[in-house]
């Protein structure tokens, strides 16, 4: 799954940086397009005149990555107000395939006062697959547990233990709780489970058949012993034993004799799952509230309520070991979202956040309310000793979210919080390309080691990972053998040794250990022989061992 909450291109959005092909430097010059160290991070104002383009540019080269990240029964879902709602459905279109657009939900977040006509209280999220026809073969189905449940069952399980077997009055009691729940609760959309019997909450349901034209046959009122009225369109099953059996388990409710017709207990047990509407209401001040309360203070506008993303999550039904991705990450709600996912359902979904390092800057900001909110940030960092980038504030909010749960449900000790902070950069590799009449006798010495001076063994063991496509998140241990240092990475798959020297000892021990991988530096032999030495070894010692040299 794929989650983004881009920038809605209200005028106070951050465009990130990008070349958008345009050729007019002039025009970028008059706009202040760039600022002093060439990045283009200016605030797309309804006044530039590529307003809607830019934000278009910069929307659809990262949605056409996105697609290509998605497996074959993946979905993304894209959040979005109405200012660019319009060109996003139709990019959407062009790269996904109208064919494979879900839906166009609503979020309906909470009255605005503040508008001269109409207060516009909701956004909407785009949702599409990255191939509807093989989730359709594939017969995979989207169900959503019903909201308020628990509510409704621990209110019950008060009533059980405070009344007995006395079903009448417990029913009572609970209608009246429905009744005094406030507008809006979830629990009180299923109010008409109101009614109790030994097996749990049920409501009366219909026992016709649907549509009409169904079986109709004599059933006997239990206390009168005579045939009860027949529903018009017929009962809802033609076989007269399945009908009786379930007389026989006290799961059809009779009137007090035979001139009404029965109904079937539908127990809230066996239906908590529903299709996901289309619509739904969450107030949109709670999650800043929530993360205001989680951070000591308001350090991030507007962020994105981790609660929906759960829901999101949830009812899509992502197995163990799938990846959620958001690469607008901002507070990083959505890796939020999956840790009370994880604890929800007991799994272990991953995230990966991506964020820039943009720079959190009281100067930027035009209103005072952002001033306060980018003064709150800049203080919560320069307590931590970090650097003033929402990147940070990304990161502070899942060590938080991730202590909280745990400190909350010490049940879930074993449940995986912790997450690897990565960030993109060049080449470890020197350019040591060069045309023949370019060659410099300072060129051919650069040569000599070809690893870029300010990469540690960290760098070059993650560039490792990267190139053989192995996982970033696995655990490394720093090892010392035969005097050098060496990392090992997820216990034997692979083995790096970056060493400035290494000696024929150490490659011995690395190679009597048979790692899947291993990797040294060519700087590291005195010689080429010392260097061809090193796969004699391994074929000797290690003969599977995938050997790799820099």
């Not at 881009?6 to 430097?25: A, C, E, Q, S, V």
């Not at 697959?129 to 621990?154: H, M, P, S």
């Not at 449940?415 to 060069?434: A, C, E, P, Q, W």
Request: with cysteine; net charge negative.
């Amino acid at each position: 799954m794929i989650y983004i909450d881009p920038p809605y291109n209200t005028g106070n959005d951050f465009i990130y940086n990008d070349d958008f092909k345009m050729n007019d430097k002039e025009y970028d010059a008059a706009v202040n397009a760039f600022d002093d160290n060439g990045n283009r991070m200016f605030r797309n104002t309804d006044a530039n005149g590529k307003f809607h383009s830019d934000w278009c540019t910069m929307i659809y080269s990262r949605l056409l990555v996105s697609r290509n990240l998605l497996k074959r029964d993946g979905v993304i879902f894209i959040s979005i107000d109405e200012n660019e709602v319009s060109p996003l459905k139709m990019i959407c279109d062009e790269i996904f395939g109208a064919s494979n657009f879900i839906a166009e939900l609503v979020w309906a977040a909470g009255r605005k006062n503040d508008s001269k006509y109409i207060s516009t209280s909701h956004e909407y999220i785009l949702c599409y697959f990255r191939d509807a026809e093989y989730v359709k073969q594939n017969k995979v189905i989207w169900r959503e547990r019903k909201r308020g449940l628990d509510e409704i069952y621990t209110e019950y399980e008060q009533l059980k233990e405070k009344y007995g077997n006395d079903y009448h009055t417990m029913e009572v009691e609970l209608k009246l709780w429905y009744k005094d729940l406030p507008d809006g609760h979830p629990a009180k959309e299923h109010q008409h489970y109101n009614h109790i019997d030994s097996r749990g909450v049920y409501f009366p349901d219909n026992i016709s058949w649907p549509g009409g034209g169904g079986p109709k046959y004599d059933v006997l009122h239990p206390v009168t012993h005579k045939p009860v009225k027949v529903p018009s369109r017929g009962w809802i099953t033609a076989n007269r034993d399945t009908m009786q059996r379930w007389i026989d388990e006290d799961r059809v409710l009779f009137g007090k004799d035979e001139n009404s017709v029965p109904t079937l207990k539908a127990y809230l047990k066996d239906r908590e799952s529903a299709v996901p509407y289309s619509v739904f209401y969450q107030d949109g001040r709670a999650a800043s509230k929530r993360l205001a309360s989680l951070m000591g203070d308001k350090v991030f506008e507007n962020p994105k309520d981790e609660e929906i993303l759960k829901r999101l999550i949830e009812f899509i039904g992502i197995d163990d070991g799938e990846i959620v991705l958001d690469f607008f990450a901002g507070s990083a709600s959505t890796a939020h979202a999956v840790l009370s996912a994880n604890l929800a359902d007991k799994k272990n979904i991953h995230f990966i956040m991506v964020q820039l390092a943009e720079s959190i800057d009281e100067k930027k900001c035009k209103s005072e309310r952002s001033k306060k909110v980018a003064r709150n940030a800049i203080k919560l960092l320069d307590s931590l000793s970090r650097p003033h980038t929402i990147a940070e504030i990304s990161k502070e909010r899942i060590r938080r979210a991730g202590a909280k749960i745990l400190a909350e449900h010490p049940e879930a000790k074993d449940l995986d919080t912790g997450f690897r902070v990565l960030r993109v950069d060049s080449s470890n590799m020197k350019d040591v390309y060069y045309r023949a009449d370019e060659v410099t006798q300072a060129s051919l010495i650069d040569a000599v080691d070809n690893v870029k001076e300010d990469r540690s063994a960290l760098d070059l063991l993650f560039g490792c990972l990267v190139d053989w496509g192995l996982p970033l998140s696995l655990p490394y241990a720093e090892e010392t053998i035969a005097g050098v240092p060496v990392l090992n990475y997820s216990d034997g798959d692979l083995i790096a040794c970056f060493a400035a020297a290494v000696p024929e000892a150490a490659v011995r021990a690395i190679a009597e250990r048979q790692p899947l991988r291993a990797v040294f530096r060519d700087s590291s032999f005195a010689d080429s022989p010392a260097r061809i030495n090193v796969e004699e070894i391994f074929r000797l010692l290690s003969p599977d061992t995938e050997l790799r040299v820099l």
